[in-house]
């Protein structure tokens, strides 16, 4: 379980032990021969390289027995325990260089392996700023149901037309003139002229003529039969006989 990054207990452990080992550095710094002011910047120097080193999670043992050292000799020499000699100068003044190298060693290791490892395996920093919080998405409406386009009741269903009321000759008038006047049948076909008594006449007589010759050779030859042979109807043929048999038995009368 990650540990919250509001943690102000933490903090402030961290900041009264960082004041601690600062005073003991510092005070290590003007007993080796620095000036106040410049001492100053010797704890500042340590304590950048314990949390550089707590930031890339290596190399934090080094930093802290640095800082412990530095302070256990502070001590002894503010009791007259240990004595201000050349090694104690030579080991306070190669405390900057080995820092500032190893600050920027960590922090070249630590890039590089930030970028190469993959986004869910980064290592969280020690604080970061807390993230605003997302927007919540805004609802959105409904889609309305389209059944299709609409059509009126009146067009689906249209009234049946009334008849006009009242049996008066107005109405009785205006009713017979609504009417659909039905279709005329069609007519017969008028029957062709029959021939004069001094003989046929047109297309009628030329058939009597025709069928006499016929009858002439085969007086069994019915009407029927006549029209069938000059393309014509029955009835047509049929008169036709009856003529030239009528014309047959006028020329032998005489």
């Known amino acids: 379980m990650n540990a919250p990054r509001h943690d102000p207990l933490g903090w402030l452990a961290m900041l009264a032990c960082i004041v601690i080992a600062a005073h003991g550095e510092w005070s290590l710094a003007v007993q080796a021969g620095y000036q106040p002011y410049v001492a100053a910047a010797l704890p500042v120097a340590v304590d950048a390289y314990a949390i550089r080193s707590m930031q890339a999670g290596r190399e934090v043992l080094a930093p802290v027995l640095l800082m412990v050292a530095t302070n256990a000799a502070a001590h002894l020499v503010h009791a007259e325990l240990l004595h201000v000699g050349p090694a104690l100068v030579v080991a306070v003044s190669a405390i900057a260089p080995v820092v500032l190298w190893r600050v920027h060693a960590l922090r070249r290791e630590h890039d590089q392996e930030h970028e190469a490892a993959p986004a869910d395996e980064r290592p969280e920093p020690l604080w970061a700023a807390?993230?605003?919080?997302?927007?919540?998405?805004?609802?959105?409406?409904?889609?309305?149901?389209?059944?299709?386009?609409?059509?009126?009741?009146?067009?689906?269903?249209?009234?049946?037309?009334?008849?006009?009321?009242?049996?008066?000759?107005?109405?009785?008038?205006?009713?017979?003139?609504?009417?659909?006047?039905?279709?005329?049948?069609?007519?017969?076909?008028?029957a062709e002229p029959e021939p004069g008594p001094e003989g046929p006449g047109g297309q009628f007589g030329e058939d009597v003529k025709t069928a006499r010759r016929w009858l002439a050779d085969d007086p069994t030859l019915t009407g029927t039969a006549i029209g069938t042979k000059l393309g014509k109807s029955d009835s047509y043929g049929r008169r036709v006989r009856r003529e030239a048999h009528a014309l047959a038995l006028a020329g032998a009368s005489t």
């Open 130 to 190: 807390p993230e605003p919080p997302e927007p919540e998405p805004e609802p959105q409406p409904e889609p309305a149901l389209v059944l299709g386009p609409f059509t009126p009741l009146a067009q689906l269903h249209p009234a049946p037309t009334a008849e006009p009321a009242g049996t008066g000759p107005e109405q009785a008038g205006r009713g017979a003139d609504e009417r659909t006047e039905p279709e005329a049948e069609p007519t017969a076909p008028q």
